[in-house]
């Protein structure tokens, strides 16, 4: 499998914190890959980082061999790296078809397509995504009128509408009804299965992510502490140890 | 179009040609009723839909007033001299054809000189937000009214006059009349349609969260500066046809008048209803109509009055009357229950 993002020696650091440093980690095309660690421990800095929202100090980042760091979020976004937020970003004026609507992947138009009717293209394709997150007899709703976990699959879904090659999710189940778990672990396995999407995702549930994640990187403190398959970093001490609070 | 809707545009229509007929002693402040109407529009578009709060539209508006105003003069005489007469001079005839000529260049000359500087100025300003780009605007009002009160070559601080209208047409304000209506309806058609693109979807999602849009791969700052552009055109043409329903320009007092007009943009935009396509509306008839009242009423007290009304409708209507409508009547006239039904 070719490597689809490399991130090379990068570090960030906020005036005295440093939230990143030297941090490498390869993602192949395809996969699924686990980022995890304690709170604080640079995971959502270092996702900002990739999708551009802050310039990195040291490092690189290729997206498909190719330099991204010095570019602006939605040049990156357009590349087909696409990220969602920890909490829950949706537009909450528009109902949820709309928020789709506008989530259609406009990377091989021109800025002109803009002035085209709402609906003309992607309705078929956003009530089919509003079906496929289980959101469909919600679809004339406000989304700000959805409860969180409802806005959070929202957001899963207006990801996929963009046909991103690459999605990072930033903790998918944080909020979510314990019930509904099991069938967002198969809905993010069939967006990597069906559509071809490599998913890296970050993730405080740990049968979550051993059960989703071919491979897991676990940083701690703003460093890489390890690496390898969901079963080796279980039972690696130095993990158990960051979560546990021994260092 | 449902047949409702055609029977409340034709009306309006039909109410829009005959209203100088039928109420030839109010023609003036029909004239700017059409007018408001338009800056109520194009305030919300950008104040409302896009959520973007601009006391600098006003800059648009006056950019428009004085361009109109110079081609007008500019095509027939020296403008230079023509200011330094200060309007007063019995030497600058227009002949018929010379003022309709100066109208036919000189509105889309202002238009386009006032989308120009959106481009600019937006480029410049719409990088920030919030409270940020409230205040910037705010001083760019001040600061072009000033810029203007110290150019001689459109008469300074003195002012300018627009063009005389010709003796042989014996009711120029019913010509304004009319421009001042087509305009109003040509603004509320593309804004009407501009909603129902993409473009529309776009800046609401902007307005609604801008870092999302950004991380979807929306390019912002050039829709942003292309609704600012939109409003100021049509704003611009506003601005060439108040300058000369005024018969006067201060650069302070009618062209840039950040606390007048500036702020009764936004104040009908809020008082009909905020990002809505026909609260800019409503808000533009009813405070065109109670501020005539109060001037007409209350004279001596007209601005206080003003000045209670601007109170009241920000504490007690902060959504606007169309806002206020919706959460009485939500079923009908809440948001579509069928989207589908709404879009097309």
């Given amino acids: 499998m070719t490597a689809l993002l490399e991130v090379d ?22 996969a699924i890959v686990g980022l995890i660690g304690p709170n604080g421990s640079g995971k959502t800095t270092l996702f900002n980082s990739i999708v551009g929202y802050h310039p990195i100090d040291a490092g ?20 087909g790296l696409l990220r969602t937020f920890q909490q829950t970003r949706i537009y909450g004026g528009l109902n949820c078809v709309q928020n789709l609507l506008i989530s259609r992947s406009t990377r091989r138009e021109p800025f002109r397509q803009l002035f085209t ?18 959101l469909y007899e919600k679809r004339n709703l406000l989304a700000g009128d959805l409860s969180f976990g409802q806005q959070k699959l929202l957001e899963f879904a207006m990801a996929l509408m963009s046909e991103p090659d690459m999605l990072m999710l930033d903790e998918p189940t944080a909020g979510i009804n314990p019930t509904l778990i099991n069938g967002l672990i198969d809905r993010l396995k069939r967006a990597n299965a069906e559509f071809g999407i490599t998913l890296f995702v970050i993730e405080h549930n740990m049968r979550v992510i051993m059960n989703l994640a071919e491979h897991i990187y676990c940083l701690a403190h703003g460093e890489l502490l390890a690496e390898g398959k969901p079963a080796d970093i279980q039972g690696d001490p130095r993990v158990i140890d960051a979560y546990l609070g021994a260092h | 179009m449902n047949p409702q809707k055609m029977f409340l ?4 229509v039909l109410a829009g040609l005959a209203g100088p007929f039928i109420f030839p002693n109010n023609q003036v402040q029909m004239t700017e009723l059409w007018l408001f109407i ?8 950008v104040g409302g839909q896009m959520g973007y709060n601009s006391f600098g539209n006003v800059v648009f508006f006056g950019i428009g007033m004085y361009a109109c105003a110079v081609v007008q003069i500019g095509l027939v005489y020296d403008v ?16 018929l054809a010379q003022y309709i000529w100066g109208f036919a260049i000189g509105l889309p000359v202002a238009a386009m000189l006032a989308a120009l500087a959106a481009c600019v100025l937006g480029s410049l300003v719409l990088g920030m937000r ?11 009002g001040i600061a072009a009214g000033e810029i203007a009160a110290g150019w001689d070559w459109i008469g300074a601080g003195s002012g300018m006059t627009p063009a005389p209208p010709p003796h042989d047409i014996d009711n120029v304000n019913r010509l304004f009349y009319y421009m001042a209506f087509a305009l109003a309806v040509a603004t509320f058609a593309t804004i ?9 979807l776009a800046i609401n999602a902007i307005r609604d969260d801008e870092d999302k849009a950004e991380a979807m791969g929306m390019f912002t700052t050039r829709i942003k500066v292309t609704a600012w552009v939109i409003a100021a055109t049509f704003l611009g043409a506003a601005g060439g046809i108040y300058g000369n329903l005024k018969r006067f320009i201060d650069p302070l007092d009618t062209a840039f008048s950040g606390a007048t007009i500036g702020v009764w943009m936004v104040l009908m935009a809020i008082l009909g209803g905020k990002g809505t396509l026909w609260g800019p509306v409503i808000g533009a008839i009813v405070f065109q109509v109670t501020k005539e009242l109060f001037w007409t009423y209350l004279l001596g007290w007209q601005r206080v009055a003003l000045g209670v009304l601007i109170v009241v409708i920000v504490v007690f209507f902060p959504e606007g009357i169309v806002g206020r409508v919706r959460q009485m009547f939500p079923e009908r006239f809440g948001p579509r229950a069928d989207a589908r039904e709404g879009a097309e």
């Fill in chain 1, 60 to 79: 690189s980042i290729r997206f498909r061999s190719r330099e991204i760091s010095a570019l602006r979020v939605p040049q990156i976004a357009r590349l």
């Fill in chain 1, 9 to 30: 020696g990068t570090s960030k650091r906020f005036g005295g914190v440093v939230a990143n440093d030297a941090i490498s980690l390869t993602v192949p095309e395809g």
């Fill in chain 1, 117 to 134: 009717l709402q609906g003309a293209r992607g309705r078929e394709r956003a009530e089919e995504l509003l079906e496929f997150v289980g």
């Fill in chain 2, 38 to 45: 338009v800056f109520a529009l194009t305030w919300d578009l």
């Fill in chain 2, 192 to 200: 009407a349609w501009l909603l129902r693109t993409r473009f529309g």
């Fill in chain 2, 130 to 140: 919030g409270h940020y780009f409230a205040i910037c605007t705010l001083g760019l």
């Fill in chain 2, 9 to 12: 545009y034709g009306a309006i």
């Fill in chain 2, 80 to 95: 230079g001299e023509y200011t330094a007469a200060k309007g007063g001079g019995t030497a600058f005839i227009f002949d």
